[in-house]
């Protein structure tokens, strides 16, 4: 009965397969004849009016068409060829319509001609198709009420066939769909493992095995599910117990973590700290050992300033007689005598003597007064007016030298001596240093200094007029620098080409005048000295004209010389008798306070300095005890001291530098003296 049904079946299907064929034949016939339709138009608009757009659309058709074609089954080869020939025969037709403008008759009629062709055979193709098409359809109306019928009367002897075997096995079925709902529900009801009896060798049969094969194996999964479930719950509270402490030990790790990040953080803290304070300390010990090299160099300065200065004291005595009776003699010497001549040479002698003695108390810092006003710009212009830089320039034929001057440069206050002697050290030095041509520059500037400059040096903030020489030279080497301030330290033949004491000169004349000197230097580059004075607002004041003696003469005054040197005692009296005073000596000022109070004198020629014994200050403080308008001038080897100010203080008069010179303790003497009273300040 099977076998029919499904005998039945496949007639059924192969008959709808065919008939479905036969429908998908006609529709593409169909889709032929209207593509054939379509091309057939296309090519009577390109015959009327050829264009590249209907040339387009005719091939995109044909190529269409011929898809169409292939998909065929069969195709007869005339038809094939014809189709074929379309494309060719429109070819011709397009070379021909495209060149229509310029072509003859024959070709026109060759034109026409090929058009017709081409209708034709299109025509054929169009009929063949046609009638193809039109064959299947009438093929396929009979077919499908054959199939029709086939199909109904298959049908209706499966439904027969149905409800006779419906029939027979009901009664089978429904006895063993009962028992199985019975078995099924105790399964269902929790009784895993229930096992329905036997019911023959049919379908429910197996059906009924193949329940009894689940119930049994749901009963032992259930038995496995159990003692899994209870492994999982061991499983479980020993993993919770495991997370617990996880917990614990993830709480006591994030605080450890934490307080370690805490540490780190206040480690580096204390590194950053501990850094900081090592380049503090770093730099503290950078500076104390610039410090302490500078102290060692004032210390080592003031030390050789000393030994010069005490040299320079003694010299200074010596030079003092020799000018002093030098201006005498040439006072009793008539004009045109050569005795008169000897003398001059003896004191120009002198002067230069003085100008070495002069140059060791600069050294020693005792021999500068920077009282003047001072314009560099001046200094500057007038060394380059001096024999000495003439001479310069002549021995050094291949240097040229170059002067920049600061209009707007302020004003020092200095001593125009020792700064224009410091200029020439510098600019000799300079020369010296460059072996054939090179560029000495000497260049003045007005700089504001906002904060301190380290150089060799410490340069403080202010306002400074600077007095730069730089030179294109050999340079000084690393070794040498720290000494070329020493004195009696050069690298010059000594007595031929310096004496050692030029940059000495130099850095004592810079510091007392409260200044700052800088070096830059590079071997085989050249050097640059920078000079730095502190600034003045004060005016340039004229300088004064040599007054004739006439003016300076005494009027028979009295004077009492106090002075620990005889020889100085001596040619100061000669000088002072000179010019009309009676003079009294005394040697130590102990004397003059024992003289004075017995005797009067109208002035004191009071030395600041004597030993043994009490020096000038204490000596006036003890005169005027005895005599509170007693007037003096105070004369030193020295430059102007502190004590020398403070006896100005108490009323003493001008300070007199020496060696004596008649013009100028004469002027001094006459000034103190024509002062009604003397000014009595703070005792």
């Excluded at 390109?46 to 269409?64: I, N």
């Excluded at 028992?179 to 105790?186: C, E, M, Q, W, Y």
């Excluded at 090592?278 to 030390?303: D, F, S």
């Excluded at 031929?496 to 071997?523: C, F, M, N, P």
Aim: contains cysteine; charged residues 25%.
């Amino acid at each position: 009965m099977i076998v029919l049904l499904v005998s039945i079946a496949i007639t059924v299907v192969v008959g709808i397969w065919h008939t479905k064929l036969e429908i998908r034949e006609a529709i593409d016939m169909d889709d032929v004849v209207v593509n054939l339709y379509e091309l057939r138009i296309l090519n009577g608009e390109y015959f009327a009016a050829p264009s590249e757009r209907v040339k387009q659309q005719w091939q995109a058709k044909y190529e269409q068409l011929k898809r169409k074609f292939v998909e065929q089954r069969s195709i007869p080869h005339d038809i094939q060829d014809a189709l074929n020939g379309l494309q060719q025969i429109f070819e011709r037709l397009t070379l021909l319509s495209e060149a229509a403008s310029g072509i003859d008759v024959s070709k026109k009629r060759l034109r026409s001609q090929l058009a017709t062709t081409l209708n034709l055979e299109f025509q054929r193709i169009l009929d063949w198709a046609s009638d193809i098409s039109r064959r299947t359809k009438d093929g396929v109306v009979p077919h499908l009420m054959l199939m029709a019928v086939v199909t109904f009367a298959a049908l209706l002897v499966a439904a027969l066939v149905v409800i006779a075997m419906m029939l027979l096995t009901t009664r089978h079925i429904l006895s063993s769909i009962v028992r199985l709902k019975d078995g099924a529900g105790k399964i269902a009801s929790g009784r895993l493992g229930f096992q329905i009896g036997p019911a023959g060798n049919d379908e429910i049969a197996t059906l009924t095995i193949a329940i009894n094969q689940m119930s049994h194996s749901l009963m032992t999964s259930y038995e496995n599910l159990q003692e899994k479930t209870a492994q999982l719950e061991a499983e479980m509270a020993k993993r919770q117990m495991i997370n617990e402490t996880l917990k614990i030990n993830t709480v006591e790790l994030k605080q450890e973590i934490k307080e370690r990040q805490a540490a780190q953080q206040n480690l580096e803290k204390q590194t950053t700290i501990l850094e900081q304070e090592i380049a503090e300390r770093t730099r503290i010990q950078e500076v104390q050992a610039n410090l302490q090299e500078r102290l060692q160099r004032a210390e080592k300065m003031e030390a050789l300033g000393q030994l010069a200065g005490g040299v320079a004291h003694d010299l200074n005595n010596v030079l003092g007689i020799l000018t002093g009776y030098s201006e005498l003699l040439l006072m009793e010497i008539p004009e045109g005598s050569r005795s008169r001549a000897h003398v001059d040479k003896i004191l120009q002698s002198t002067e230069k003597g003085a100008a070495i003695i002069q140059d060791l108390l600069t050294l020693a810092r005792r021999g500068v007064s920077v009282s003047e006003v001072v314009c560099l710009n001046d200094i500057v212009a007038g060394f380059l007016q001096t024999p000495v830089f003439e001479k310069l320039k002549d021995y050094h034929p291949r240097v040229t030298f170059r002067t920049e001057y600061d209009k707007n440069l302020l004003n020092i206050k200095g001593s125009p001596i020792h700064l224009d002697k410091t200029l020439m050290n510098l600019v000799s030095n300079a020369t010296e240093a460059i072996y054939g041509a090179g560029e000495v520059t000497i260049r003045t500037e007005r700089r504001h200094v906002d904060q301190p400059v380290m150089g060799y040096d410490k340069v403080k903030e202010g306002d400074y007029a600077v007095l730069t020489v730089s030179d294109t030279g050999i340079g000084i080497p690393a070794e040498h620098r720290e000494k070329i301030f020493e004195p009696f330290y050069t690298k010059k033949t000594m007595g031929r080409s310096g004496t050692g004491l030029g940059l000495a000169i130099v850095w004592g004349t810079v510091k007392d005048h409260q200044g700052y000197i800088d070096i830059q230097t590079e071997v085989g580059k050249g050097t640059t000295f920078t000079l730095y004075f502190p600034v003045t607002q004060e005016g340039l004041i004229a300088p004064q004209q040599k007054e004739p003696i006439e003016q300076y003469m005494g009027n028979g005054e009295s004077v009492l010389v106090v002075d620990d040197i005889a020889e100085q005692r001596e040619i100061a009296s000669r000088l002072l008798t000179r010019l009309a005073y009676k003079v009294h000596l005394v040697a130590s000022g102990e004397e003059a306070v024992e003289y004075l109070k017995g005797n009067k004198a109208d002035i004191l020629v009071l030395d600041m300095i004597m030993a043994p014994g009490i020096d000038g200050l204490e000596t006036y403080q003890r005169v005027l005890a005895i005599n509170p308008q007693q007037k003096a001038i105070l004369v030193s080897g020295f430059s102007e001291t502190q004590r020398v100010k403070e006896a100005q203080k108490l009323g003493a008069g001008t300070y007199v530098k020496k060696p004596y010179l008649l013009e100028k303790i004469g002027v001094a003497i006459r000034e103190e003296l024509q002062r009604e009273h003397p000014v009595i300040r703070n005792r």
